[in-house]
């Protein structure tokens, strides 16, 4: 079956500081891959997203390349924000399965100044 | 974007009774609404899918009898979790899918954390 695996929180970082998130899945065909973030208290929020291999999404400064080769979807950011706190869900959704989505563990990151 | 709204935020309960969770979709027409529950520390397990007009489809594990879905409408879907236990606690979050753009997606409610007391 599908599986995502996150890399396990929390993260720690100082503001202007460099983020990675490692996110590898295991998937049959060509799945769509999503980053999606969850702010303390609320639901989830589409971050990003890549459809197909070599696929960068990018969004509010993150971004994550699709790799089929080592099947990962890593979140970057080259400046974290003390906003940028948050949990990081990393999913998939496999072709042709409809929008069910399986989700990794999430990460929390925090951001002190 | 779409918006999609659940109802209560939070709600407690005692133990034995029954709550009922919301999800709308206030600006589009969802043809398909998840549920999705996640205990602390951990990610989202999906529940069920339900398409509007039919019966959900619950996912291994998932005692139907228990968590009642009713997809009545494109814009309402509810969950009900009958005669409730302190197990029962937890996050529970409602997506949904629309037709055409709004399929290559799926919208998130903002939660809704029942204790059960």
């Known amino acids: 079956g599908n599986s995502v695996t996150q890399m396990e929180g929390p993260v720690t970082l100082s503001e202007e500081a460099f983020l990675t998130i490692n996110c590898t899945y295991t998937?049959?065909?060509?799945?769509?891959l999503f980053w999606y973030v969850q702010y303390p208290g609320e639901g989830l929020q589409l971050l990003l997203k890549?459809?197909?291999?070599?696929d960068k999404g990018s969004n509010k400064g993150f971004e994550a390349t699709y790799r089929k080769e080592t099947t990962s979807f890593h979140l970057e950011k080259g400046s974290v924000q003390v906003s940028d706190s948050a949990v990081y869900f990393c999913?998939?959704?496999?072709?042709?399965?409809?929008?069910?989505?399986?989700f990794g563990t999430g990460t929390q990151l925090k951001v002190e100044l | 974007g779409a918006v999609v709204s659940q109802h209560p935020s939070w709600v407690i309960c005692k133990s034995g009774t029954s709550v009922k969770i919301e999800c709308r979709s206030l600006?589009?027409?969802?043809?398909?609404m998840f549920w999705y529950r996640q205990f602390p520390k951990q990610s989202l397990m999906l529940m069920a899918t339900?398409?509007?007009?039919?019966?959900?489809?619950?996912e291994q594990g998932v005692e139907k009898d228990k968590f009642l879905i009713n997809h009545a409408s494109l814009t309402l879907s509810t969950l009900t979790v009958t005669s409730a236990h302190p197990e029962d606690s937890s996050f529970y979050i409602c997506?949904?899918?629309?037709?055409?753009?709004?399929?290559?997606?799926?919208?998130f409610g903002q939660g809704t954390r029942l204790t059960v007391v």
């Open positions: 997506s949904a899918t629309g037709q055409g753009a709004l399929n290559t997606e799926a919208f």
């Open positions: 600006d589009f027409q969802a043809t398909t």
């Open positions: 998937a049959t065909g060509y799945p769509s």
């Open positions: 339900s398409n509007e007009g039919s019966k959900a489809t619950y």
């Open positions: 890549a459809t197909k291999a070599d």
């Open positions: 999913a998939l959704r496999s072709a042709g399965g409809g929008n069910k989505l399986t």
